[in-house]
């Protein structure tokens, strides 16, 4: 098997294995969700979650019938072989995956309303590319859903009173959100210099991070706990029929700002956070996690 089969052959376990299932981390969230939910119905909707969850995986069936938008976080090495062949393999693994689990085809020109079929079209999949120092390849497939998308908010603030406000805009937007995103939720928070910056900080924390970590900056980490503990204070439970998580998590990611901006995203990931990771050696070993 060559290294393009190798890829090919990754990627494809990789993106039936994300749709397949939430994230381990996830799931272990919301087992722990229902066990401290004190209202009857959030516990209903958890448990009805949790069996999902089963039926799909005995059934090797995707999770949630919105398979999403396919986005690819891809590290690069500088001498992994193949570097220029990767991305259309990537493309290529998603028309297949979508024709054998299958997946809802998700991808629709926004002018012509044509659906290709194979969640595959101009600019999709999504890529987002980091090359460092190294000789191996690493992508983590992440597919997320509309229903989580369509709430997400970005916003350029004056500097002088954004961090201050800050927890203010983002219990309104949870609140706004309401039960469009299928809570319980992860939310994902970015500080940026530009909006486009800030929006990817924030889809990054929010479907990236595992449920439980937190920023390496003990003051972020602190405000990330204080906002966890705010938006669950707010009831608004499993599916929005009221109760005690709202959110798994609360993840924050930033970059410094320009003196006369602070760019703020709020993003939303549903229960269903979707991730799978996989790892190629120039040697052809993989690994899927």
Known sequence: MNLEEVV??????????????PAFDVVSAL????????????????????????????STAAVCQDTGVPTFFVKLGDGFP????????????????????????????????????????????????????????????????????????AMVLPPGTALRD??????????????????????????????????????????????????QNPEVAKMEEALLRAINKLGLGAHGVGGDVTALDVHIEYAYRHPATFALAVMFSCWATRRATATVWPDGRYQVA
């Open 8 to 21: 090919m052959r990754a990627a494809k376990e990789a993106i039936t294995r994300a749709s397949i299932s």
């Open 31 to 58: 087992r722990r969700a229902r066990e401290v939910e004190s209202s009857e119905a959030a516990r209903v909707q958890i448990g009805a979650i949790l069996k999902n969850v089963e039926l799909a995986a005995s």
């Open 82 to 153: 193949i570097r220029s062949k990767v991305l259309a393999i990537l493309t290529e693994a998603v028309r297949q995956v979508t024709k054998e689990l299958p997946l809802r085809p998700n991808t629709t020109d926004p002018f012509t309303e044509r659906n290709p079929g194979d969640n595959t079209g101009v600019g999709v999949p999504v890529f987002d590319v980091e090359l460092f120092d190294g000789d191996y390849l690493q992508f983590t497939y992440v597919p997320k859903g509309g229903g989580s998308e369509l709430p997400g908010k």
């Open 166 to 215: 800050l927890p203010k805009i983002v219990l309104e937007a949870v609140v706004d959100a309401g039960p469009m995103p299928c809570p319980p939720v992860i939310v994902g928070i970015g500080i940026g210099p530009t909006l486009d910056a800030a929006a990817k900080l924030a889809k990054k924390a929010a479907t990236l991070r595992p449920v439980g970590s937190r920023n």
